[in-house]
């Protein structure tokens, strides 16, 4: 069983950046990929960005492409997301995730949650 805390959220004025952390318990983190979801206000949770395993593959929702970066350090048990070049609709619960590799993460296919922070992002 894995368990994911994130942490980093918060209020930034547009064009500002934030990173999110999410620690990961257990010792088979470095077996999952990771990822990164959001979901706003009357609007359904959409995929972010995602991560392999062992870090050497990323994958990006186009609407945070260029602006966004996924990242991981298994020693830490920890997958950061630096979030620059922030806009309004970047406002959301982003959610930590963890699954079998990245394709099905952006799929959908999930193993475990985090229980999601908050980042406002204010014109």
């Known amino acids: 069983q894995v368990q994911l805390v994130e942490s980093g959220g918060g209020l930034v004025q547009a064009g500002g950046s934030l990173r999110l952390s999410c620690a990961a318990s257990g010792r088979t983190f470095s077996n999952y990929a990771m990822g990164w979801f959001r979901q706003a206000p009357g609007k359904e949770r959409e995929f972010g960005a995602a991560?392999?395993?062992?870090?050497?593959?990323?994958y990006y929702a186009d609407s945070v492409k260029g602006r966004f970066s996924i990242s991981r350090d298994n020693a830490k048990n920890t997958v950061y997301l630096q979030m620059n070049s922030l806009k309004s609709e970047d406002t959301a619960v982003y959610y930590c995730a963890a699954g079998s590799n990245g394709p099905g993460i952006r799929a959908g296919r999930i193993d475990h949650w985090g229980q999601g922070t908050q980042v406002t992002v204010s014109s």
């Open positions: 991560i392999s395993s062992d870090g050497f593959r990323t």
